[in-house]
T-cell receptor, first 115, second 113 residues
Framework: GAVVSQHPSWVICKSGTSVKIECRSL??????MFWYRQFPKQSLMLMAT?????????EQGVEKDKFLINHASLTLSTLTVTSAHPEDSSFYIC???????????FGSGTRLTVV | DAKTTQPNSMESNEEEPVHLPCNHS???????IHWYRQLPSQGPEYVIH???SNVNNRMASLAIAEDRKSSTLILHRATLRDAAVYYC??????????????FGKGTKLTVNP
């Protein structure tokens, strides 16, 4: 089935630095990718939708200049958390829409800890 | 906003059936009912989906009420590996490129050995 590979699986960074998270579609072309954030014991919250070759659409309340999204190819989308702060510590998950009944496939998530 | 309502948590014993309910009273005629589950520290994975008829696959069964305002995910024999948060989600496939998957709070299933 369609697989999205997400890296890194975890990262620890210092406050004020930037962190990049990558999601690659391994055996299909992902025209659209979605980025979610999940705080402990909470559900997934959609942050933004990225379409290959165009600007991402961020959800209300999500700063587009802080959470930079690049979707330059049909197999790669990246999320960069700029000037990270401890409150950005969270579980970040990417997802791609795939054809067929499954609908969506998800990456394995990235645990970001900002110290 | 999520258009489904699920119990916060449920508990089951290993090798017993589990029935996870979901209410979606505002479902429209073009909404499909999808179930995903999320194991601890992992991304969600697809479980099953349906429109009107009951559905079976290797993972689970989906029973949909005749009025489609509720559905039940059935795990026929729960295993410890089924412990996860289960999300019931409505997908309107007519939205095409503007479709977004919106997660509610889901049901945390605990399976006791």
């Amino acid at each position: 089935g369609a697989v999205v590979s997400q890296h890194p699986s975890w990262v620890i960074c210092k406050s004020g630095t930037s962190v990049k998270i990558e999601c690659r579609s391994l055996d299909f072309q992902a025209t659209t990718m979605f980025w979610y954030r999940q705080f402990p014991k909470q559900s997934l919250m959609l942050m933004a939708t990225s379409n290959e070759g165009s600007k991402a659409t961020h959800e209300q309340g999500v700063e587009k200049d802080k959470f930079l999204i690049n979707h330059a190819s049909l197999t790669l989308s990246t999320l960069t958390v700029t000037s990270a702060h401890p409150e950005d510590s969270s579980f970040y998950i990417c997802s791609a829409r795939v054809g067929g009944p499954n609908g969506y496939t998800f990456g394995s998530g990235t645990r970001l800890t900002v110290v | 906003d999520a258009k489904t309502t699920q119990p916060n948590s449920m508990e089951s014993n290993e090798e017993e059936p589990v029935h996870l309910p979901c209410n979606h009273s505002t479902i429209s005629g073009t909404d499909y009912i999808h179930w995903y589950r999320q194991l601890p520290s992992q991304g969600p994975e697809y479980v099953i989906h349906g429109l009107t008829s009951n559905v079976n696959n290797r993972m689970a069964s989906l029973a949909i009420a005749e009025d489609r305002k509720s559905s039940t995910l059935i795990l026929h024999r729960a295993t410890l590996r089924d412990a996860a948060v289960y999300y019931c989600i409505l997908r309107d496939l007519t939205q095409g490129g503007s479709e977004k998957l919106v997660f509610g709070k889901g049901t945390k299933l605990t399976v006791n050995p």
